[in-house]
T-cell receptor, first 113, second 118 residues
Framework: KNQVEQSPQSLIILEGKNCTLQ??????????LRWYKQDTGRGPVSLTI?????NTKSNGRYTATLDADTKQSSLHITASQLSDSASYIC????????????FGKGTTLSVSS | GAGVSQTPSNKVTEKGKYVELRCDPI?????LYWYRQSLGQGPEFLIY????????DSGLPNDRFFAVRPEGSVSTLKIQRTERGDSAVYLC????????????????FGPGTRLTVL
């Protein structure tokens, strides 16, 4: 069964600190992996998209890594800001005719001052 | 507008009623998706349109749910005989096109419609 598991479920950090969110998946055949940021009451916004051949991709203070062999990804946030408080969702796409986007439940990040 | 818009932003209805949720995708985007997101969960796929046709409706939970996109732009998600379990945020997303070989096309999400069934 195609699944995406994220950890931790929630995380609280101080402003300025770094953090790393984890994503494990069992989706096959794998097409690509995305990280989305979802602010409360808003739709998800794409941060990064990585295909099988990409190991890392950055978007400002966000850096995503992908290990397609172990089926693991991480999202590293550097020098966190209060505005980083949101839910971060890992989404994996399979190669098939359907829409095939499998969403994780997300990690809720709270950045405090 | 520049982004995906959804109306209404909030909808409160009574059990057994019929509701319609509207999605206006980004102009020129041929692919349109509907998702349902319950509290504390990630979005759950409902249905995907390529143009006017529903290319994949495997996520619709039962026959009370139906969606249309008659002109290949605006889409309406219709829920009949609503139940309390239908309460959720309904998200719409659009993308420029759909590639079967490698779905690299970014999906842009709307703000969602929060449906509450009393």
């Amino acid at each position: 069964k195609n699944q995406v598991e994220q950890s931790p479920q929630s995380l609280i950090i101080l402003e300025g600190k770094n953090c790393t969110l984890q994503c494990n998946y069992t989706v096959s055949p794998f097409s690509n992996l995305r990280w989305y940021k979802q602010d409360t009451g808003r739709g998800p916004v794409s941060l990064t998209i990585m295909t099988f051949s990409e190991n890392t991709k950055s978007n400002g203070r966000y850096t995503a890594t992908l290990d397609a062999d172990t089926k693991q990804s991480s999202l590293h946030i550097t020098a966190s800001q209060l505005s980083d408080s949101a839910s971060y969702i890992c989404v994996v796409s399979a190669i098939q005719a359907g829409t095939a986007l499998i969403f994780g439940k997300g990690t809720t990040l709270s950045v405090s001052s | 507008g520049a982004g995906v818009s959804q109306t209404p932003s909030n909808k409160v209805t009574e059990k057994g009623k019929y509701v319609e949720l509207r999605c206006d995708p980004i102009s020129g985007h041929t692919a349109l998706y509907w998702y349902r997101q319950s509290l504390g969960q990630g979005p759950e796929f409902l249905i995907y349109f390529q143009g006017t046709g529903a290319a994949d409706d495997s996520g619709l939970p039962n026959d009370r749910f139906f969606a249309v996109r008659p002109e290949g732009s605006v889409s309406t998600l219709k829920i009949q005989r609503t139940e309390r379990g239908d309460s959720a945020v309904y998200l719409c997303a659009s993308s420029l096109r759909r590639s079967l070989a490698a779905d690299y096309n970014e999906q842009f999400f709307g703000p969602g419609t929060r449906l509450t069934v009393l």
